[in-house]
């Protein structure tokens, strides 16, 4: 089946740091990529839509130069934490669409989790 | 905007009973539906799906119906076991457009022996 991998699993950052984390798709080209973050006990909140070979769209309230995305080939998509805060402490997962899928169906990523000291 | 409501947990039940987590949920035209379920320190895992109303998904013994009318999408099980416990999450596709999800808050499932 289809797999996404992400790394890191788990990283630890001291505050004012740039943490990079990365999600592949392993066995699929994936046009989209999703980036995702969730809150201890909560639900997944959408953070912003990665697009290879174009800008990713942000939603509301995230902000875009804080976390950096970059979708460089069908299969790896970046999110870079910048400066990161406490408050950026969380669990960051990715899913990806199939591009040669007709379906709406994403794969997601095991995440990774974020620690700022 | 979309939005999937979801029951709030946990729900605690135990082995061999029956299972039935709520989900309903509010967007335009035909969104494709899903059940995701999240293992203790794991990540997501797509459980079931439909795309189209009155479609039944159905995996590892669970089932969900899409149900257009009522705009709800339950997640049932006839007898679960202590394997089960997780925290599942409805969530929705749009038909068109980025096909971004829209989670619900998920639910928390606890299975006593």
């Known amino acids: 089946g289809a797999v996404v991998s992400q790394h890191p699993s788990w990283v630890i950052c001291k505050s004012g740091t740039s943490v990079k984390i990365e999600c592949r798709s392993l066995d699929f080209q994936a046009t989209t990529m999703f980036w995702y973050r969730q809150f201890p006990k909560q639900s997944l909140m959408l953070m912003a839509t990665?697009?290879?070979?174009?800008?990713?769209?942000?939603e509301q309230g995230v902000e875009k130069d804080k976390f950096l995305i970059n979708h460089a080939s069908l299969t790896l998509s970046t999110l870079t934490v910048t400066s990161a805060h406490p408050e950026d402490s969380s669990f960051y997962i990715c899913?990806?669409?199939?591009?040669?899928?007709?379906?709406?169906?994403?794969?997601f990523g095991p995440g990774t989790r974020l620690t700022v000291t | 905007g979309d939005s999937v409501t979801q029951m709030e947990g946990p729900v605690t039940l135990s082995e061999e009973a029956f299972l039935t987590i709520n989900c309903t949920y509010t967007a335009t035209g035909y969104p494709s539906l899903f059940w995701y379920v999240q293992y203790p320190g794991e990540g997501l895992q797509l459980l079931l799906k439909a795309t189209k109303a009155d479609d039944k998904g159905s995996n590892k013994g669970f089932e969900a119906t899409y149900r257009k009318e009522t705009t709800s999408f339950h997640l049932e099980k006839g007898s679960v076991q202590v394997s089960d416990s997780a925290v599942y999450f409805c969530a929705l596709s749009p038909s068109t457009g980025r096909r971004a999800l829209t989670f619900g808050s998920g639910t928390r499932l606890q299975v006593q022996p």
């Open positions: 990665s697009n290879e070979g174009s800008k990713a769209t942000y």
């Open positions: 899913s990806a669409r199939d591009s040669g899928g007709a379906g709406s169906e994403q794969y």
